[in-house]
């Protein structure tokens, strides 16, 4: 079994108090079965600060205030249970954030996620070309299933083209999207806007980027900077290609990463790029009926 990571995964490291968006504000923080139990038999201060700001009402979590914070998040920006019990007492999804995790017969892809702003100013200020490492291996083999195979040919293709220096990046989102099928609605950016609009919202703040990008004339089609934006391409490909094993529609997922990258593209130019693609990760990676409705906006053409 083995675990593949893009280049930049070991580079990342929580900036904690220096985070203007931090996680532990206004994101539901459910409490898996092992930290719940640990949570039982810590004492003091602490244990019943913990006992006293735990809703058991469906799956445990920790209960927010009235601003959304997590009860734990101090004026310092800090969090109190690891200040006083550690890192090892955290539940696991406070300590697997921002990491996403997708899995495959023969080992787990596993990345960053866009939604926090460390990670997107590791991942598109990466300097290197964006490739794949082997970071944990327990020297057992399992062989690939044929579709797996084929979608790491896919992969690979479509990282090919997103990383072809020889053309503009406005080429190679056209260039992938005629070599997988992907075929955008001719929408404007005011019906992009009032599309995305009707979406699961997170942020109140995320109004004012659709605002912004209904008064465009057009999407990005190109960017200032080509190595972020190939950079936002192949995270966008890496994170979502993984789920062609579930459904085996490609253009799909190819669509999304280029009208992802064109939108994120066109707020970066009001908002800056690591703060559009913080914002957009936010409020459309971590939502799956979100996802859903953009996924299925994009013609299918294209099998594995």
Request: proline share 2%; aromatic share 10%.
């Amino acid at each position: 079994m083995r675990i593949i990571a893009p280049n930049y995964y070991k580079k990342f490291s929580c900036i904690a108090d220096k985070c203007q968006h931090s996680c532990c504000v206004g994101w539901e923080i459910d409490i898996d079965a092992d930290t719940y139990e640990m949570y039982h038999l810590v004492e003091g201060e602490i244990g019943e600060r913990l006992w006293n700001c735990i809703s058991c009402d469906g799956e445990p979590h920790f209960i927010l205030d009235e601003n959304g914070r997590c009860p734990f998040l101090n004026s310092e920006g800090l969090c109190d249970i690891i200040t006083e019990c550690g890192e090892d007492a955290l539940c696991d999804i406070c300590a697997d954030h921002p990491r996403f995790r997708n899995y495959r017969s023969d080992g787990i892809d596993i990345g960053l996620g866009l939604c926090c702003e460390a990670a997107a100013s590791l991942i598109l200020g990466f300097e290197e070309p964006f490739c794949l490492e082997i970071i944990e291996d327990d020297g057992h083999e399992i062989e690939c299933s044929a579709d797996e195979i084929a979608l790491n040919k896919a992969f690979a293709s479509a990282i090919a083209v997103a990383q072809d220096r020889m053309l503009s990046f406005g080429d190679r989102c056209e260039k992938l999207s005629g070599t997988f099928g992907a075929k955008l609605p001719d929408y404007s950016p005011l019906e992009w806007a009032k599309f995305y609009s009707s979406l699961e919202r997170l942020d109140s703040a995320w109004d004012e980027c659709l605002e912004y990008l209904g008064k465009c004339d057009k999407l990005a089609v190109d960017y200032k900077d080509e190595r972020a934006a190939e950079n936002l391409l192949c995270y966008f490909l890496y994170r979502h290609m993984a789920s062609v094993l579930e459904d085996n529609d490609i253009s799909s997922k190819v669509g999304f990463a280029v009208l992802s990258c064109r939108v994120v593209l066109t707020l970066a130019e009001s908002f800056g790029i690591e703060e559009a693609a913080r914002m957009y990760s936010s409020e459309i990676e971590y939502s799956d009926e979100n996802l859903a409705k953009i996924l299925s906006k994009v013609d299918i053409e294209y099998y594995i």
